[in-house]
Structures are given as structure tokens and as C-alpha cells.
């Protein structure tokens, strides 16, 4: 995987919309290819309201994501969360396969996985070696036959399949197995916080109010979080609120009152010194340089 300094240009207005190409469906599974007239959408920045894994089978693919970019070259997956404003440009001779998913899809062991995915992706883009290709084409394999026929209960198929080929990307993203094998009781803790946060945390930025949700303590919570993910739960809800803000800030065209009012911020002044704090920049010069460099 290559960082990229290249600009990705930026159209004005733009707004942050949720882009769901799987017309209201909870699974969506197609192939892509750069050629087609159709990627040219991909190119405007979109989230989207479910997960969505790639295998990139051929050539290459630029990508930003959440103000990064990369660049990745087949064989790779890459692995999208829900919300992550993002936007891609395909070589002409790349292919992909795009599996996307809403969370109610998954069967409900799998709720838990997707919910806490930093616990199983280290990272949003893995390269692959032949053998891992072959891995994880074997289970879309599996799925897109059953995707494209009609035999009975074929939606409990897919979600077993669905299931099985996610833990395959985690074994090959996290070879230890750490985040199947952390002790059950801290790893639902770990992932029923990471859902709470991202329902909640536009008005709640506490570790106390999911500690409260959780029934447990707020040091408890905090050893837990941090003994799973690496850093601790008031870390992780600030994360999550500094990115919505980020996010609004360069591709909404809402005024810097507004978005602290819609992240819950007391007022602007509490909302200016918590950016900074977190970001080393005021929502402003993070906002003009932002623009400046992406356009």
C-alpha cells in the first residue's frame, strides 16, 4: 500500500449523503470494471450506510478516504465502515468485486464482529499474496452463485457464507486471531461500546454514559477498551466526534456554529478549543487548508 500525495479535486458544493448503489437491500454483490461509464460515479464523494469489502482482482485503484489517500495494486482487499466519506478512481483495465452488506444482514455472531472492526482489520487495505487471493475468491465464489440463483433459503446461505468469508479476511489481516480469542465477556464489552458510540455519539461524549449503558465501571470500561483496541474509551468517542466534525467541515457547507450544535458542543467557543485540542488546528484553518490542498 502506497500514501499518496496526489489532489483529489474536490467539487464545490458537496454534499455528505449516503450513496447506496444496492437500491435499499441489506446485501449487494457485483463486479466492477474501470472501463465501464458507470465507475465515473465512484469518483463523487459518498458513504455509505452498510460495510463493504473489495477484492481487487486486476490492475490498480486510487482511493481517498476520510481525508487520506492510497493507492493499491491487485491482488488486495479493502475493507469500508459505514459513514466513511470516501471516493475512487480505477485504472481502465483494474477489476474488483464488491461485496456490500448492512449490519442486520449478518447472522448474530458476526453483529459483534463488524461492529468492533478495528478489532479485526488492522487495516482498511490489505494487499495479498496468490494463495490469499485464492482464499477469499473461493468463498465469493460461493456467494455470488448463490446471489445470482433462486434456490430455497438463499438468503440463509449467503449469510453463512457472508459470515464464514469475514472471518477469513480477519485471518488474514490478524494471522493471531487476537480478536476471536480476547475472553468473550471483554470482547462484547469492547464491541457493544464501539456500537453504543456509534449511535450515540453525536449527544453523548462521556465514558461515564456508556459505562452507565454497559452497567459497569467507567475505569473497567476504560481497561477493557484499551486492552482490545489500544487505546481507551474517551479516546475512542473523541475520535468519532473530531471526524464527523472533519468530515462536515470539508464536504457539507454548514457553518462552524452549526456543526457544533449537531455534535451536541455546549457552544462554538468549547467546540473551537476541543478541535484544537484534538486536531492542532482551530475548525476554520482546518477548513480553509483542507480545501486548499484537496482543491
Same mark, same amino acid.
Given at each position: 500500500m502506497e500514501v499518496l500525495e496526489r489532489v483529489i479535486t474536490r467539487n464545490s458544493p458537496v454534499e455528505v449523503y449516503n450513496c447506496d448503489y444496492a437500491d435499499g437491500a441489506n446485501f449487494f454483490m457485483g463486479e466492477w470494471k474501470g472501463f465501464e461509464a458507470c465507475i465515473g460515479d465512484m469518483n463523487v464523494p459518498h458513504r455509505h450506510n452498510g460495510y463493504s469489502i473489495d477484492i481487487l482482482i486486476k490492475g490498480r485503484i486510487r482511493q481517498s478516504i476520510d481525508f487520506k489517500q492510497y493507492e493499491m495494486e491487485a491482488p488486495a482487499l479493502m475493507l469500508m465502515e459505514p459513514n466513511q466519506v470516501h471516493q475512487h478512481e480505477m485504472d481502465p483495465d483494474a477489476e474488483l468485486i464488491n461485496i456490500y452488506f448492512t449490519n442486520d444482514f449478518l447472522v448474530p455472531e458476526m453483529q459483534g464482529v463488524?461492529?468492533?472492526?478495528?478489532?479485526?482489520?488492522?487495516?482498511?487495505?490489505?494487499?495479498?499474496?496468490?494463495?490469499?487471493?485464492?482464499?477469499?475468491?473461493?468463498?465469493?465464489?460461493?456467494?455470488?452463485?448463490?446471489?445470482?440463483? =433462486?434456490?430455497?433459503?438463499?438468503?440463509?446461505?449467503?449469510?453463512?457464507? +457472508? &459470515?464464514?468469508? %469475514?472471518? #477469513?479476511?480477519?485471518?488474514?489481516?490478524?494471522p493471531s486471531g487476537n480478536w476471536m480469542n480476547a475472553e468473550s465477556s471483554q470482547y462484547?464489552?469492547?464491541r457493544q461500546f464501539k456500537m453504543l458510540v456509534d449511535q450515540h455519539f453525536h449527544e453523548k461524549?462521556?465514558?461515564? =454514559?456508556?459505562?452507565?449503558?454497559?452497567?459497569?465501571?467507567?475505569?473497567? +470500561? &476504560?481497561?477493557? %477498551?484499551? #486492552?482490545?483496541?489500544?487505546?481507551?474509551?474517551?479516546?475512542?468517542?473523541?475520535e468519532k466526534r473530531i471526524m464527523e466534525a472533519k468530515r462536515l467541515l470539508y464536504w457539507g457547507e454548514?457553518?462552524?456554529?452549526?456543526?457544533?450544535?449537531?455534535?451536541?458542543?455546549?457552544? =462554538?467557543?468549547?467546540?473551537?478549543?476541543f478541535f484544537k485540542k484534538h486536531s492542532g488546528f482551530t475548525p476554520a484553518s482546518f477548513q480553509k487548508s483542507i480545501r486548499e490542498k484537496y482543491n
Open positions: 463488524v461492529s468492533c472492526w478495528r478489532c479485526v482489520f488492522s487495516s482498511g487495505m490489505i494487499p495479498l499474496n496468490e494463495e490469499q487471493l485464492e482464499e477469499v475468491l473461493s468463498y465469493a465464489d460461493l456467494i455470488r452463485k448463490e446471489y445470482n440463483g =433462486d434456490k430455497l433459503r438463499k438468503e440463509a446461505i449467503i449469510r453463512n457464507l +457472508l &459470515n464464514a468469508f %469475514v472471518i #477469513a479476511c480477519g485471518r488474514i489481516s490478524e462484547n464489552m469492547a461524549a462521556q465514558v461515564s =454514559d456508556y459505562a452507565e449503558m454497559l452497567y459497569v465501571s467507567p475505569g473497567h +470500561l &476504560n481497561d477493557t %477498551v484499551k #486492552a482490545l483496541l489500544g487505546r481507551n474509551a474517551k479516546f475512542i468517542i473523541d454548514h457553518s462552524i456554529k452549526q456543526i457544533a450544535a449537531q455534535l451536541n458542543f455546549e457552544d =462554538d467557543a468549547y467546540f473551537n478549543r
